[in-house]
């Protein structure tokens, strides 16, 4: 965060200023006017260095004690601090906080107790809920968990369930414990795909992308279950197969997020050196693939799979499947 310089010129002040310069760095140079009244500094010289531009309101009862632009970092910090007592830090803000998001979206969007009523304020979003499960931290946020279940309610598709469920594993949500908060609540939309899909996150799919593979590739055509996350030591080189079959074939499945310009250097050296050291052979498949025509990739996997001393063969998933 830009670093933010406080005004500390505030005049006759009934606390000690290293007490005052405390408070104002554990909050991010932002106070309320109920604090700064405290402070000895009445409304109507608030209002002055607000004119002045040498503060500036962003809420309601709510400064910045600086000039210039404001950091994301006040901006959550101020919400709090408008938003009262009990309030947390939720939703898409919250899930940018705990690393579930990459962004943290245009607006602050912070929760309250339910018994309470707060305006919202532009750039801001008040939601109204029983107490917050809030986190320790630099800025009062709802837990990790409730924040996947917030999240997963405005979720659109089964695609970005999926792969808000494989974010929150990655940035430390545990699986059982997303389980037993969705039999808590009352009320959760997806209910029967988060079930469905946390076991298939804590058995080793990280996206969607996979999912769609394990789903409609492997187990409505009949195929073996493949080995997920297999990590080997090639070269000299530790390296990850996204699936790996035992009869010596892996699965490569390389997203558009992931690899936007398709197939990389690495990505040949890597499909060669298995080859060579290991035997094993590599299909590589891409969101048009496996989603498109699951039946094909399906058909060429267990070709793949037969070739390598597998007994079976694809099965078909309806009349048009072209798999077996």
């Not at 531009?53 to 901006?75: F, N, T």
């Not at 007592?85 to 969007?109: N, R």
């Not at 320790?136 to 917030?150: M, W």
């Not at 908060?181 to 058995?203: F, I, K, N, P, Q």
């Amino acid at each position: 965060m830009r670093s933010t310089r406080v005004e500390v010129r505030l005049g006759r002040l009934p606390v000690a200023l290293d007490s005052l310069r405390v408070v104002l760095l554990a909050q991010d140079g932002v106070a309320t006017t109920a604090q700064l009244e405290a402070w000895g500094v009445d409304r109507r010289t608030t209002a002055r260095r607000v004119r002045a531009a040498d503060w500036q309101r962003i809420h309601p009862g709510v400064v910045a004690l600086h000039s210039g632009a404001l950091s994301w970092v006040q901006r959550a910090r101020a919400a709090l601090l408008y938003a009262g007592p009990g309030a947390a830090l939720s939703h898409a803000t919250a899930g940018y906080l705990h690393k579930v998001l990459a962004e943290p979206g245009p607006t602050i969007t912070v929760s309250i107790p339910a018994a309470r009523r707060v305006t919202p304020q532009p750039g801001l979003v008040v939601r109204r809920r029983r107490e917050p499960p809030a986190s320790g931290g630099r800025l009062r946020t709802v837990d990790l968990v409730a924040t996947v279940l917030d999240l997963v309610a405005e979720a659109t598709s089964e695609d970005a369930v999926v792969g808000l469920l494989t974010d929150a594993v990655r940035a430390g949500a545990r699986p059982a414990s997303v389980l037993a908060a969705v039999s808590t609540r009352a009320r959760v939309r997806h209910r029967a795909l988060v079930g469905d899909l946390v076991g298939e996150v804590d058995a080793g799919v990280e996206s969607p992308l996979e999912l769609r593979y394990a789903r409609d590739v492997e187990r409505r055509h009949g195929l073996p279950p493949a080995r997920a996350q297999v990590r080997d030591q090639v070269d000299g080189w530790w390296i990850r197969a996204d699936r790996r079959y035992r009869e010596g074939v892996r699965v490569e499945l390389d997203g558009a997020l992931a690899h936007p310009y398709g197939r990389t250097d690495d990505d040949t050296w890597r499909d060669n050196a298995v080859l060579v050291t290991r035997g094993d052979v590599t299909l590589r498949y891409r969101w048009r693939h496996v989603v498109l025509d699951p039946c094909a990739v399906a058909r060429q996997v267990a070709t793949a799979l037969r070739g390598r001393g597998w007994p079976g063969d694809a099965t078909r998933c309806g009349p048009a499947c072209a798999a077996a």
